[in-house]
């Protein structure tokens, strides 16, 4: 049993709709929460990310960030990867 060209290229077109459509509706929701919180709570140059760049570990969190425990100069580091209960 062979599809016309039309049911082919419909078929096609679906599954392409259904493969985009989690990256479509999260830059749907993503984008404008991030705007509405600029937009709100923004001030002229004020950054809200916790981490600056680091030139040795790549990044760290900046200083006075909440959770500051992920910088540990000078001590042993264990990496534990996981959900919220692995701290």
Do not use: C, H
């Not at 809200?48 to 040795?56: F, L, T, V």
């Amino acid at each position: 049993m062979s599809l016309s060209p039309r049911k082919r290229a419909l078929f096609v077109a679906a599954l392409v709709v259904l493969a985009l459509s989690p990256l479509l509706a999260a830059v749907g929701i993503e984008a404008p929460a991030r705007l509405y919180f600029w937009w709100r709570f923004g001030a002229p140059g004020k950054t809200y990310g916790i981490w600056r760049s680091d030139p040795e570990l790549g990044g760290i969190q900046k200083p006075y960030g909440y959770n500051t425990t992920g910088e540990t100069p000078g001590s042993l580091r264990i990496i534990a990867y996981g959900g919220s209960t692995t701290f």
